[in-house]
């Protein structure tokens, strides 16, 4: 992993490098973010930009052959320990070694792994993976060999925090006073308990969220889509690189639900007689579509109610809409009021209760439609 292929952090990379290349480089250092930040990321390629035969001032390589190891992540110098469990019954006492090869798969595709992905992906989907003691034995063998070409031993751990009190501590010597040229990445999402003892033993390196641009210009860059497109979505995403690409890979259906929930709007809050029938047909519409779909519209419904009516009382820093739902909702939201807001979120529980028990969807939505004409009127001044 260079440092140009990590998404933002610009600040970040810079203070790295440059504390690299100054030789100040801390034994023990805990990359620090949240889920989506890059802390993982950045610890690649810190760990790739210290084993670099050629680096320059602000990246490694890329064509030593250290870099080319690295890259693979399969140099014999970098070492990984991460929370894993046994995925079938045979396999007693896991450790990190065992699933090393879907490790270096998924790591490689998609440096921004979270640890739910990792989880299914070693199919242990319901069980929770630790760091045991028998890790901690394999990571104190390890590191008492020699390096074998690199300038640095390197240990990466990926989420110390899943790492057990006697694990940690059979490390805690290790980490204080480690063998010559060993370098200890720790990669953490949160600073629980356990971590404590290991904060107070190395360098923390607090990894901020990414910034929106550097968001955006990812979307625009992965996915193709418009710059105004990308910056809206981008601002939803808190600074996750992970959330950012849920978003904007959910917005096609997301999409589908606004037209779904616009149409049916528009004609409950303009009603004249002509529209019912149309808003009764927009209802029977959406009686042809699949239950979970129509379970999902309705949360959504539910979402732009909230929304809506967070908007109207003016509390805009609250407001987490885009694009077009955010146009919509300039308009549509002095309709939603706390006349009308309760009512309104009883009456979409109600239909998802229903539709969730199987009743006649046509006259689920139906009902529904004919409730919110009534429900979706102007408060008056
Ligand atoms: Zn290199």
């Given amino acids: 992993?260079?440092?140009?292929?990590?998404?933002?952090?610009?600040?970040?990379?810079?203070?790295?490098?440059?504390?690299?290349?100054?030789?100040?480089?801390?034994?023990?250092?805990?990359?620090?973010?949240?889920?989506?930040?890059?802390?993982?990321?950045?610890?690649?390629?810190?760990?790739?930009?210290?084993?670099?035969?050629?680096?320059?001032?602000?990246?490694?390589?890329?064509?030593?052959?250290?870099?080319?190891?690295?890259?693979?992540?399969?140099?014999?110098?970098?070492?990984?320990?991460?929370?894993?469990?046994?995925?079938?019954?045979?396999?007693?006492?896991?450790?990190?070694?065992?699933?090393?090869?879907?490790?270096?798969?998924?790591?490689?595709?998609?440096?921004?792994?979270t640890e739910q992905a990792w989880y299914e992906g070693i199919s242990i989907n319901n069980k929770q993976g630790n760091i045991s003691t028998h890790e901690a034995d394999?990571?104190?063998?390890?590191?008492?060999?020699?390096?074998?070409?690199?300038?640095?031993?390197?240990?990466?751990?990926?989420?110390?925090?899943?790492?057990?009190?006697?694990?940690?501590?059979?490390?805690?010597?290790?980490?204080?006073?480690?063998?010559?040229?060993?370098?200890?990445?720790?990669?953490?999402?949160?600073s629980g308990q356990m971590l404590k003892t290991i904060l107070s033993r190395t360098q923390l390196v607090s990894v901020p969220p990414v910034h929106s641009d550097a968001l955006a210009a990812m979307l625009v860059r992965e996915l193709g889509l418009p710059q105004g497109e990308a910056n809206a979505l981008a601002h939803l995403a808190n600074g996750s690189v992970v959330e950012a690409r849920r978003i904007a890979g959910q917005s096609d259906e997301k999409r589908d639900y606004f037209d779904h929930f616009a149409a049916l709007m528009r004609l409950?809050?303009?009603?004249?007689?002509?529209?019912?029938?149309?808003?009764?047909?927009?209802?029977?519409?959406i009686a042809t579509l699949g239950r979970e779909w129509q379970k999902n519209f309705l949360l959504y419904a539910q979402r732009m109610m909230r929304e809506n009516f967070i908007m109207n009382r003016q509390v805009s820093e609250?407001?987490?809409?885009?694009?077009?739902?955010?146009?919509?909702?300039?308009?549509?939201?002095?309709?939603?009021?706390?006349?009308?807001i309760f009512r309104l979120y009883e009456e979409l529980n109600l239909a998802l209760q229903h539709v969730g028990q199987n009743g006649n969807a046509k006259i689920i939505f139906t009902d529904l439609a004919l409730k919110l004409v009534k429900l979706i009127v102007p408060l008056k001044a």
């Avoid at 050629?54 to 140099?75: F, Q, R, V, W, Y």
């Avoid at 879907?102 to 998609?110: A, D, G, I, K």
């Avoid at 899943?162 to 990445?185: G, H, V, Y």
């Fill in 1 to 113: 992993m260079l440092f140009s292929e990590v998404i933002g952090q610009e600040k970040l990379k810079l203070k790295l490098t440059h504390a690299a290349r100054e030789g100040r480089v801390s034994h023990a250092q805990l990359f620090l973010g949240k889920e989506g930040s890059g802390n993982m990321a950045l610890a690649l390629a810190y760990a790739q930009y210290a084993m670099c035969e050629n680096p320059s001032e602000t990246d490694a390589c890329g064509a030593c052959s250290a870099c080319i190891k690295m890259h693979k992540l399969a140099h014999p110098d970098l070492h990984f320990a991460f929370p894993v469990n046994s995925s079938k019954p045979s396999e007693r006492n896991p450790v990190s070694d065992m699933f090393l090869e879907t490790w270096r798969q998924m790591l490689q595709q998609n440096p921004y792994i």
């Fill in 138 to 190: 394999a990571i104190m063998r390890k590191l008492s060999l020699k390096a074998f070409e690199g300038k640095f031993k390197v240990m990466l751990m990926w989420l110390p925090e899943r790492m057990n009190a006697t694990a940690a501590n059979k490390l805690l010597k290790l980490i204080e006073e480690p063998p010559a040229q060993t370098l200890f990445l720790f990669v953490a999402a949160s």
């Fill in 268 to 285: 409950s809050y303009a009603s004249r007689a002509e529209n019912v029938i149309q808003l009764v047909q927009q209802a029977e519409k």
């Fill in 318 to 340: 609250a407001v987490y809409l885009a694009g077009e739902e955010a146009d919509f909702s300039a308009k549509f939201s002095p309709f939603i009021n706390p006349s009308n």
